[in-house]
């Protein structure tokens, strides 16, 4: 059953069961001046429109991405070719720099071809696998949030991703929404700087 919930003015979360992961995952409906924007998006709730981008934050989190004929697809150069074995066609390609829908930014991280998003108006810094919420598995543990697996990384460190995620330490953040666990919906930057320490 999809539940969703309005996070920020303009930002939607919702979960909904994914079946290779046998848990609930996040999704994220962000309404920009470009259009909807949903991102990571698995069953989108009824009744919601049809988007106008679709932003990816890892080749894993393809998703519903190819049912909902969107015309922009947005994901890592990297992902792409993965992707495309997924059934989904990348129009956009996210580039270091690149504008994105809705003033919308990426950020690269020491995980391949993972990217994540920063959101200005709700900020909110959006993750995929990088980082995990509360009560997300594997080794689900109470802390807000904590670094993936280091075998989730291939031949980066944990060391790595942290200095790869240091720059979001810059920004006013607010909220860290994860895909999986529970997102951090108030002081974002101190449970960021917390987890990059």
Not at 32 to 55: C, N
Not at 68 to 76: D, E, I, Q
Not at 176 to 184: D, E, I, M, T
């Amino acid at each position: 059953m999809t539940r969703i919930s309005d996070v920020a003015p303009g930002l939607r979360r919702w979960t909904a069961l994914h079946e290779e992961w046998r848990e609930e995952v996040a999704s994220l409906a962000v309404d920009t001046e470009d259009g909807l924007v949903l991102i990571d998006p698995i069953d989108p709730p009824r009744g919601m429109a049809r988007p106008d981008h679709v932003l990816l934050t890892v080749f894993w989190h393809g998703r519903s991405a190819a049912e909902l004929g969107t015309p922009h697809v947005w994901a890592s150069r990297r992902a792409v070719r993965r992707l495309q074995n997924r059934g989904i066609e990348v129009t956009d390609t996210v580039e270091n720099g690149a504008a994105l829908p809705g003033g919308i930014r990426a950020f690269p991280t020491a995980r391949e071809s993972e990217i994540v998003y920063w959101l200005p108006d709700q900020k909110a810094v959006v993750v995929g696998d990088v980082l995990l919420g509360a009560g997300a598995k594997p080794r689900a543990t109470p802390d807000p949030l904590r670094l993936c697996p280091q075998r989730w990384l291939g031949k980066s460190s944990l060391d790595d991703l942290r200095r790869s995620l240091r720059p979001l330490l810059d920004l006013p953040v607010q909220r860290v929404l994860v895909s999986h666990g529970q997102p951090v919906l108030r002081a974002g930057k101190r449970a960021l700087t917390k987890v990059l320490a």
